[in-house]
Each structure stands twice: as structure tokens, then as C-alpha cells.
């Protein structure tokens, strides 16, 4: 009876086998086809699956596991994909794997005609973006398409499910493209209609730091990003937003402003504090001494920070006395306390310049009080130009020596080129500007026939003796022109036993008239005594300085110098009365 049973059941099969032969045609329909079967036995990590063929095929239970996340039992009826009709022995290759990837792409593909978006999880990164399991169907995920700007941690994002939106398939090649970012920009859209419609300008809001830049840090307001500047962050100065914001951080923020048309949201922090540049004219008055500490460094100046939110700029030349442009960063330091002098203030433009010199005693200040115009004094050139050289002084002071200013038989040009770097030279004080860190100096060249001994022929005992007459700075004394050279003229004074040089500067107040050649030999001049040192028989003569000091005594004999008056309304009754009494004379 038992094999009769047998018997029937082989028939049956038989039959059902040449049915489904009849139906799918050859064998090769068969293949890459998904079929329904049934569990006939469990054994060694396989299941025997009966799909109404010839013959059984078997599939291993990790299949099953990995798509369904369970072990079938015995009769259960399950669709395998048909990978191969017969082997070498026979038995037909089954896979579960594979039938769930077909059953997927068969979904897939229906979302894909639909525009509709599907579910699936991350699960590895590979080069150029990201794997992602799309219920049996692999995908790929571009970096570009991950987010709507850039993730640095994508951790968060692995092996959870979430939806994707696909955007391109081919089955022949298994290629399936998807985007996470079209998913978030849809969404974000309608919550960002939706929240432009509840929120205004000015209003106060809680966010969520969730990315940080160079620039500044994107909040999340819930739904909808906002950009916080980092000029926003705060009054004070940030270099990077990272000095004052964390990622996942809850803040709150001010609505600044809203683009209607971008539908950009620009947010403050700094807006919910006071201002503090309100009162910076108030609080920081000019002259007041306070101390600060810098905050930056550059090559033009330093930045010194003088409570939070105020910051003012030291400029270089204003650091130090000793150096009118020293490089700021070997002078100062980052974190450095510094004690600065308020300048400057300017609320618009919100600068407040500062001074760090100011601070200290004035070095040239000190140097005028020690050696008034016309002090002789030794000093060493520490460099030459084509038409000056600069001459380092008690202290550290350096003074300018000019061709000008040198007193010469020559032209100042030609004595300058015997001047060399490390020369030390008796000079004297012309002018001492303590403001502007300047001393200008004179000179007697000593080899180009000079008006007066030098003082190292002085020290060898010179012939020249003192004068026989009285002289006195600010007299003014006649002489007579003996010579005419480019750069002025030579004058011989009565009791001096050698000539006095009057540089071209010094021939006229008007520029005009400041010319040699007006001059001539044996001329009578009269001149203002500006430098003297009788025992060195130095002596320097200024015409100019004789012509503004007798303006002066002019005005103040004819009207007030504060009356606003030039010299020409006063002068110009009393000279046309002149005129009229010489010419009633004549006649």
C-alpha cells in the first residue's frame, strides 16, 4: 500500500513537472525566477525546499536569517528565487536572499514610478558615500546627497530607518541611486512656510547649534535652520565660533532679519546684551590711562581688548619712543596686560585708537629740556642717505642731520658723502619736536673749509681766539657777504676771525627769495644771531629769523596779533601817509 502511495505521488510530481514545463517553456524561464515553495525538512543549517519541480533544492537557514530575521519551520511556505534549475548533482539552486531582493525591486520600482520615497537603513560608508539597505535591494547614497550641508559624524545616521527618495534604477545593471537630501529639503520647505508664518523680526527664539563653520554656526529652530554670523555671536571680538558655541548646544537667539525672497533667517546673540559702544564715550573719556590686553596681533598694530565687547588698536607708531614703526609682533604678545592711553573714540565707526607711549615718559621731551636750540653735542652716525644721515644721540635719541643743514665752503651734497656709518661728529641742536619724535641736527664740515674749527682741532689747540666783541643769541648784528656758493653765502662779522655760512633756508622767509645770487660780494646784510658758543666760535645767522622777528615787533607796534589783521591792513595807512608826506616834500 505504502508504495503504491509512493508510486502515485512520483506521477504526481512527474506530471506537475511537465505541467510547469508546458507553462514557463524551457528551462532557462525557469532560472532567475521567483517561486513559491514549501519547507520539507530541516537539516544541517539547510532547509529542503519543494517548489513543485523535479526536484528539491536547499537554502541555507543564514538566508533566511539575514532576510527574515527568523528560521522557517517545517510547512511553511516561503518564496525562494530560482538561482540555478540543476547542478552537477541534479538538485536545483535555490535562494531566499535573492527572492527578497527581487520581491524588493518589484516595490522599489513602483515607489520609482510613483515619485514616492521608500525606507531603508545605512549601513556601510564606501568611497564617495554611503551603502544603504533598501528591505533586500542594496543602494547607493552620494556624499552630495546625504544632507543639505555637509555632516561631519554620521554615526547618528547608521542602522536606523528612515526614508530616502529615489532617483534613478537599472535593474539590469542592480543599480539603484538614492537621495536622503531631497527627503529633508521637502520637509524643511514646508516647515520653513510654516514657521515664516509665525515668527517676525526681533523675535526672541531657542535653537539647537547643529553645525559650525569658519564663518558661523546654523541653529536649528525646530524644523528650520537659521545662520548665526560669528560677528553676531557676540560684542566681543571671536576669532572662530568654536570659542563660544558647542554642536548640540541650546541657545538663545534673536530674529534679525528674514529674506523674503531666499527665505534665509539671519540670527544674533550679541543683540540680547546690551551694547557696550553706547557708552564707550562716557566710560572711556581721550587722556585716560587704563590697561588692556591684547587680543591680536598684526603687522600695522596691535589690538587691545579693554572689557568685553570693546577693543581698541594701538598703531605701531604708537607703541614706543624709541621706535617709530617697530614690528608690533616682536613687541607685544597675545594674552599680554598692557597699560594704554585712549586717543581716540569714535562710536560710529566703533574704533577706539590707543597709545602705549603715552604711557611712558617722553623721551625726547626730556632730551629738549637737556639740550635747548643751538646746544652742541657729540653723537655717532648710525646711517647715511643720499641727502641726510641720522645721528644717534644721548639716550638712544636719534636726530636727522640734512644737506642743508650743513654749513660748509661746498654744497651740504658734498659734505654728506664724507660722512660714512660709525663717524662721530660734534653737531648741534637746530630743533627738538617731542610730539613728533623728531631732533634735527647742524653741522660744520670740518674738511670742506669750514666756517668755524672743528672740535677735534679745537682739542689740538687752536689758533682761533674768542671774539672781542659782545654777541648774544636773538641779536641781531650787521655783517658783510664775502662769498657766494649754491647752498648760501659766507658773511664776515666784525671780531670773528673767520667767516659765517647762512644756508639757503635761511637767506629769506619767502621761498622765493631764497636765492644766493640776489646777493653780491661786500653787500651790507643784517642778520638774527639763532646759535651761538663763543668758546668753539660757533655761530649760526638766519636773515629769515631776523625778518619774522621784526614782523612781530611790527604788529605788536601797530596792532594786536590776535585782531586777525595781516601785516599789510596794518601797514598800508602808515606806509600810503608816507608816500603822501615824501611826495608833499618834493613838490
Not at 664724507?418 to 660744520?444: F, N, Q, R
Amino acid at each position: 500500500m505504502q508504495n503504491q502511495k509512493t508510486q502515485q505521488h512520483s506521477q504526481s510530481k512527474e506530471s506537475f513537472g511537465a505541467l510547469l514545463d508546458e507553462v514557463l517553456g524551457a528551462e532557462g524561464k525557469i532560472e532567475g525566477s521567483v517561486l513559491r515553495g514549501h519547507v520539507m525538512d530541516l537539516f544541517g543549517g539547510f532547509a529542503l525546499i519543494e517548489v513543485g519541480l523535479k526536484s528539491e533544492g536547499m537554502v541555507p537557514l543564514q538566508e533566511f536569517e539575514q532576510a527574515d530575521g527568523k528560521t522557517p519551520a517545517i510547512g511553511d511556505e516561503v518564496d525562494v528565487y530560482v538561482d540555478r534549475y540543476e547542478d552537477r548533482d541534479g538538485a536545483i539552486v535555490l535562494s531566499r536572499e535573492k527572492a527578497r531582493r527581487e520581491e524588493a525591486w518589484i516595490e522599489l520600482e513602483k515607489s520609482y514610478a510613483k515619485d514616492e520615497p521608500t525606507t531603508g537603513k545605512i549601513f556601510s560608508r564606501v568611497k564617495g558615500g554611503l551603502m544603504v539597505d533598501l528591505q533586500g535591494a542594496v543602494a547607493f547614497l552620494p556624499n552630495s546627497q546625504v544632507d543639505v550641508r555637509p555632516i561631519r559624524d554620521l554615526t547618528p545616521l547608521m542602522n536606523i530607518e528612515q526614508p530616502f527618495q529615489i532617483l534613478k534604477m537599472d535593474k539590469k545593471r542592480g543599480n539603484i541611486i538614492v537621495s536622503r537630501r531631497a527627503i529633508l529639503e521637502e520637509s524643511r520647505t514646508e516647515a520653513r512656510e510654516e514657521f515664516l508664518k509665525n515668527i517676525i523680526e526681533g523675535q526672541v527664539v531657542k535653537g539647537v547649534v547643529k553645525n559650525i563653520t569658519r564663518f558661523g554656526a546654523f541653529v536649528d529652530l525646530g524644523g528650520v535652520d537659521g545662520l548665526l554670523h560669528v560677528t553676531d555671536i557676540s560684542w566681543r571680538r571671536v576669532n572662530h565660533p568654536s570659542e563660544a558655541l558647542e554642536i548640540g548646544q541650546t541657545i538663545e537667539v534673536q530674529i534679525t532679519k528674514i529674506d523674503p525672497e531666499t527665505k534665509r533667517i539671519s540670527l544674533g546673540m550679541k543683540h540680547l546684551e546690551e551694547d557696550p559702544w553706547k557708552v564707550a564715550v562716557t566710560k572711556f573719556p581721550v587722556g585716560t590711562k587704563l590697561t588692556g590686553r591684547i587680543s591680536s596681533v598684526t603687522d600695522y598694530g596691535a589690538f587691545v581688548e579693554l572689557e568685553p565687547g570693546i577693543v581698541g588698536l594701538v598703531y605701531m607708531s604708537e607703541i614706543s619712543w624709541a621706535d617709530k614703526n617697530p614690528d608690533p609682533k616682536k613687541v607685544v604678545t597675545i594674552g599680554q596686560d598692557v597699560d594704554v592711553m585712549i586717543l581716540d573714540v569714535d562710536t560710529d565707526k566703533r574704533r577706539i585708537s590707543l597709545g602705549m607711549k603715552q604711557c611712558q615718559e617722553n623721551p625726547y621731551k626730556r632730551f629738549a629740556d637737556a639740550h635747548p636750540e643751538g646746544s652742541p653735542m657729540q653723537g655717532v652716525v648710525v646711517r647715511t642717505y643720499n641727502t641726510k644721515v641720522l645721528v644717534e644721540l644721548d639716550g638712544g635719541i636719534r636726530g636727522t642731520l640734512n644737506a642743508d643743514d650743513i654749513t660748509p665752503q661746498g654744497s651740504g651734497a658734498e659734505a654728506l658723502k664724507a660722512i660714512a656709518k660709525g663717524d662721530v661728529l660734534t653737531v648741534s641742536v637746530l630743533k627738538v619736536e617731542p610730539a613728533e619724535m623728531s631732533v634735527t641736527l647742524g653741522y660744520t664740515a670740518p674738511d670742506q673749509g669750514a666756517v668755524l674749527p672743528s672740535p677735534a682741532k679745537a682739542a689740538e689747540g687752536s689758533s682761533a681766539s674768542a671774539p672781542t666783541v659782545k654777541l648774544r643769541k636773538g641779536d641781531i648784528i650787521t655783517c658783510t657777504v664775502s662769498d657766494i656758493k649754491e647752498a648760501g653765502i659766507h658773511v664776515t662779522v666784525s671780531g670773528l676771525d673767520q667767516p659765517v655760512f647762512i644756508k639757503r633756508s635761511d637767506l629769506s622767509r619767502d621761498r622765493g627769495e631764497q636765492r644766493p645770487d640776489r646777493f653780491a660780494k661786500g653787500e651790507k646784510i643784517d642778520a638774527l644771531i639763532t646759535a651761538l658758543n663763543l668758546s668753539k666760535q660757533e655761530i649760526t645767522l638766519s636773515i629769515k629769523a631776523r625778518e619774522i622777528k621784526e614782523e612781530k615787533q611790527m604788529m605788536a607796534e601797530y596792532g594786536s596779533a590776535d585782531s586777525g589783521a595781516s601785516l599789510g591792513d596794518i601797514l598800508g595807512p602808515a606806509i600810503k601817509n608816507s608816500a603822501k608826506t615824501s611826495k608833499d616834500a618834493s613838490s
